[in-house]
């Protein structure tokens, strides 16, 4: 029963999630990757372009801090355990620099250790985030972000409106397939090859 009440509140948990509207950074905000793996920087950098964002990526914190300085990113997710200095180092070097001392960093980490979270906390980090992860966690960091006011939200998408003349009730009539309509099939059944068209039949 313990199991089925865990289940009901995941449930209930993901149900509430989709109801709520969608709260996304602007397009093309630049996200900084920061992970010595191949395979975590290409699996988020293919959740965050598929969401719109531009990806850069590095592989180790030297990497990191000159692209930092470079293109000026607007997120980075940083990976903790890195070769040569580590994420922490990095991201006390962002913090100390003014280009990147206001920049949103999340640390992301397959590190068990509990006390990762509280040196994330005391180095100014914005948030923590655990491997392995899917794209509801990714771009629920990003929405608490927005939220909190450290990111911009995107603007919300506009419905295209009907043209002129053009009721919304006509507009949405209209199918999103091409089909001939029935009398044009008809007509062209009832021409026999060879005969010239009638007026209005092309």
């Not at 906390?121 to 966690?137: C, I, L, N, S, T």
């Not at 927005?146 to 009721?167: D, E, I, M, N």
């Amino acid at each position: 029963m313990a199991g089925f009440g865990l289940l009901q509140r995941l449930v209930a948990g993901g149900e509430r999630r989709h109801s709520e509207p969608r709260v996304r950074a602007p397009v093309a905000s630049r996200v900084l990757v920061v992970d010595d793996s191949a395979t975590i920087c290409a699996v988020l950098g293919k959740m965050l372009t598929q969401d719109g964002y531009e990806v850069v990526k590095a592989a180790d914190g030297e990497s990191a801090l000159a692209l930092a300085r470079s293109v000026r990113p607007h997120l980075v997710f940083l990976d903790i355990v890195l070769p040569g200095i580590s994420g922490f180092e990095v991201l006390r070097a962002m913090r100390r620099e003014p280009a990147t001392q206001r920049t949103p960093i999340v640390m992301i980490s397959g590190n068990v250790q509990a006390t990762e979270q509280f040196y994330v906390q005391r180095y100014g980090a914005d948030d923590f985030m655990k491997k392995p992860f899917g794209r509801g966690e990714v771009f629920e960091r990003i929405r608490q972000l927005v939220l909190t006011g450290r990111l911009p939200a995107r603007a919300p998408v506009q419905q295209p409106q009907p043209p002129s003349g053009v009721s919304q009730a006509e507009w949405d009539a209209i199918p999103d397939i091409g089909m001939p309509d029935e009398a044009h099939v008809a007509h062209r059944a009832a021409t026999k090859p060879g005969d010239p068209p009638t007026p209005g039949s092309a």
